[in-house]
């Protein structure tokens, strides 16, 4: 059973869609176990690879994310932006190890997302399509939504 479904007066809005599809490969409670914790820090990661490269490369890359969520929902593109701030703070608390850490960071992230998927039995849904990396980060928001009570 899609939860998602539950919390939306429409099932069918393009959010849903996207959240069910990305749920059908991370039925594993390890699996799920582990993208809580490695999709967070593999979005991290990437900003700060960006922000290695120059800050406002991160900042474009972040705003570009921002549009994709508020097409999708405008609950997970508030949520989206704190996380981002959060995140971007962080990077600038790492100051000069930014790239150091956001790699040992990815790398370290990635393995076990690897061994989930290999529980699983299923490859990560952003080989069919690129836009789950995006939809990833709203899956674990999904779960921690839905736990509390709250709609998107």
């Known amino acids: 059973m899609n939860t ?3 919390h939306c007066p429409a099932a069918t809005r393009r959010v849903d869609q ?8 991370h039925r594993n409670p ?23 490269l ?7 890359f972040i705003a570009a994310s921002m549009v994709y969520y508020a097409r999708l929902s405008l609950v997970f593109l508030v949520t989206m932006l704190v996380w981002s701030a959060l995140s971007v703070a962080v990077l600038f608390a ?3 190890m ?15 997302q690897f061994i989930g998927h290999k529980l699983e039995g299923k490859k990560p849904s952003f080989f069919e399509d690129i836009q789950y990396l995006w939809v990833g980060p709203l899956f674990v928001l999904s779960k921690l939504f ?7």
Do not use: Q
């Open 94 to 96: 790492m100051g000069s």
């Open 18 to 25: 996207l959240l069910a599809h990305y749920e059908a490969s």
């Open 54 to 60: 120059h800050p406002w490369v991160a900042y474009a």
């Open 98 to 112: 930014v790239l150091e850490l956001s790699v040992a960071i990815f790398v370290g992230a990635w393995i076990p």
């Open 30 to 52: 390890t699996n799920e176990i582990i993208h809580f914790i490695a999709i967070p820090l593999i979005m991290l990661s990437l900003v700060g690879m960006m922000f290695a």
């Open 4 to 6: 998602t479904a539950s």
């Open 146 to 152: 839905t736990k509390l009570g709250l709609r998107w």
